[in-house]
Structures are given as structure tokens and as C-alpha cells.
């Protein structure tokens, strides 16, 4: 079974509200990963954090991260039609550096 | 940074023929290359990945291969494609060293008929 597992696995939102999508994994790990991936292309780098973090921002992206639950969360602020995409969560587990495990990722769906 | 080339950025092939996809990468050296294959509306499946020229692992038993005969050159292949085969293949790359973002190239539709 893949290591990361996301859920929902779908929310549809309105332009201005929050996105809230969730990361479950099963092993300890060095990193987590967040990507973004638009219908039919390549994955977008959104955020790495590290084991020894709780928390990171980058513009309207905020990631946590709880390794006693082995859990991350993203939460998009204030939506826009353009963040519509496909959200994967990945993770780089302590003892398979450099393999990373991808989970389903959630669907999010913006309407203007 | 990374930039990562693929090609072709779509493929459709039969049964039964082979298969080459490349792909190359600038702005690094020494690099982890991978390659993943991503099913209709589905997560990543990791298929091989090199930590460096010659060396190659296979994460799940298949019908594909994978070489790496130049520091930023990952090629995958087929002898004989599988309807099975069919999918979204990606490469990706990482900087060696623990704790590095891994970035991907544009993929490539692969469709076996």
C-alpha cells in the first residue's frame, strides 16, 4: 500500500475560502513533500518539510506536520479559480532515502 | 536549477512493440533520477531510480527496464508493450543528499492499443 495516503480525496471550494487537505503515512521519515499537479502535467514543487519542522509557509500555503500522529496537513488560503489541481503528498521514509511514496492525492476544484 | 526534458510528450503504440522514453536533465550534476508511472486519475507508482550511471533499481516487477548510461540521462524501455503499459510516465530528479526537493519533468502519455 503507498505510504502516503490523502484525504479527501475530492473538495470543491469557492474562490476566498480555505483548502484544507490532509497526509497520512506509516513509516518514520526524513522529509515530506507537497506537490500540485494540473490535469495531464508534470508535477509543481510546492513545499518540503522536514522532520524536525512543525510548520512552514510559502505565500498562501501552510503545511504542518505531526510525526507522534504521522500526519501533514495543507491549507490554502484565500483559494483562486487557479489553484484548481490535483494535490499529492509525498514522503522520504528514514530507511529508503530517496525513495519517495506518493498518496492518491486530493482533487480540489475552485469555482470563481 | 533543474530543468528536466522529456520525450516524446505523448506516444501511442501496439501491442507488442517496443518502447524508448528519454530523459534528460540540465542545471545538475551527479543527480537521483526516477522514473514513476501514474495511472488516470491516480497517485505515483515508483518504478526505478538511479543513484548514479549504471546504477539501476527496480522498486516493482514489470514489463519495463530502465538505463542510465550518462550522469543526466534516464532512459526507460520495453521489448514489448503490454496493454497494461499504458499510463503517464514521469522522470523526476533529485540533487543527491538527504532533504532535497525532487523536481519532474512534463511526462509522457503512453497509450498501448
Known amino acids: 500500500s503507498q505510504q502516503g495516503e490523502e484525504d479527501p480525496q475530492a473538495l470543491s471550494i469557492q474562490e476566498g475560502e480555505n483548502a484544507t487537505m490532509n497526509c497520512s503515512y506509516k513509516?518514520?521519515?526524513?522529509?515530506l513533500q507537497w506537490y500540485r499537479q494540473n490535469s495531464g502535467r508534470g508535477l509543481v514543487h510546492l513545499i518540503l518539510?522536514?522532520?524536525?519542522?512543525r510548520e512552514k509557509h510559502s505565500g498562501r500555503l501552510r503545511v504542518t506536520l505531526d510525526t507522534s500522529k504521522k500526519s501533514s496537513s495543507l491549507l490554502i488560503t484565500a483559494s483562486r479559480a487557479a489553484d484548481t489541481a490535483s494535490y499529492f503528498c509525498a514522503t522520504d521514509a528514514s530507511d529508503s532515502w530517496g525513495k519517495f511514496q506518493f498518496g492518491a492525492g486530493t482533487q480540489v476544484v475552485v469555482t470563481p | 536549477s533543474q530543468t528536466i526534458h522529456q520525450w516524446p510528450a505523448t506516444l501511442v503504440q501496439p501491442v507488442g512493440s517496443p518502447l524508448s522514453l528519454e530523459c534528460t536533465v540540465e542545471?545538475?550534476?551527479?543527480?537521483?533520477l526516477y522514473w514513476y508511472r501514474q495511472a488516470a486519475g491516480r497517485g505515483l507508482q515508483l518504478l526505478f531510480y538511479?543513484?548514479?550511471?549504471?546504477?539501476i533499481s527496480s522498486e516493482v516487477p514489470q514489463n519495463l527496464s530502465a538505463s542510465r548510461p550518462q550522469d543526466r540521462q534516464f532512459i526507460l524501455s520495453s521489448k514489448k508493450l503490454l496493454l497494461s503499459d499504458s499510463g503517464f510516465y514521469l522522470c523526476a530528479c533529485q540533487t543527491s543528499g538527504i532533504n532535497n526537493e525532487q523536481f519532474f519533468g512534463p511526462g509522457t502519455r503512453l497509450t498501448v492499443l
Open positions: 542545471g545538475t550534476s551527479n543527480p537521483n
Open positions: 513509516t518514520s521519515i526524513n522529509n
Open positions: 538511479s543513484v548514479g550511471i549504471g546504477q
Open positions: 518539510i522536514r522532520s524536525n519542522e
